[in-house]
């Protein structure tokens, strides 16, 4: 066989496994391009806003004038921070959820 005639059979045998595997390109870019993205995307906006509320928290136990004022706010800060990490589980859930290729 000629060197050109190998050659197009194989572009031929390519362009074939790609018409064949082209529903699979959408679940590998969703796999391990836009998930990816967006966990880290959310993550970040997740710890940036945990950060502050432990900066706020600091801020506020620097100005406390009594043990009482003192638990108030560690009680405030604790139940803000229970309330946000229950709010960002669902969200990651429902966004693992919403990425997963197919669904």
Request: hydrophobic letters at 40%.
């Amino acid at each position: 066989m000629e060197t050109q005639a190998i050659s197009s059979e194989m572009q031929d045998a390519q362009n074939k496994i790609l018409t064949a595997t082209a529903p699979l390109h959408e679940v590998w870019r969703q796999t391990w391009i836009e998930w990816p993205v967006a966990l880290a995307s959310e993550s970040l906006r997740f710890a940036a806003h945990r950060l502050r509320a432990h900066s706020d928290f600091y801020g506020k136990i620097q100005t406390c004038g009594s043990v009482p004022e003192f638990i108030e706010a560690q009680s405030k800060f604790m139940r803000s921070a229970f309330d946000d990490y229950g709010t960002e589980a669902t969200k990651v859930m429902k966004d693992a959820t919403h990425h997963t290729p197919l669904s």
